[in-house]
């Protein structure tokens, strides 16, 4: 991968307040999906919340691990 297009992800994932905003949530705890969901509800279904989670990983800005049917998100 060119560095051009992991900079280009990386501007992208950075350049919606919202993923800052999960971003910032990770920052003091790794938490569950389930807990970044709650704190947008009413303002963000489960899966726009997941979709951007989607681009921060991509990213490379957000690690996911699978526990049983939960899912840790850490920065």
């Given at each position: ?5 992991r ?17 910032d ?51």
């Amino acid at each position: 991968m060119s560095t051009g297009s992991r900079d280009d992800r990386l501007f992208k994932a950075l350049a919606d307040g919202r993923r800052r905003a999960i971003l910032d949530l990770l920052k003091s705890a790794p938490r569950t999906t389930g807990t970044i969901c709650d704190h947008f509800a009413g303002e963000l279904d489960r899966c726009t919340v997941m979709q951007h989670i989607g681009v921060l990983e991509r990213a490379g800005l957000l690690i996911s691990h699978r526990e049983g049917r939960t899912r840790w998100n850490y920065l």
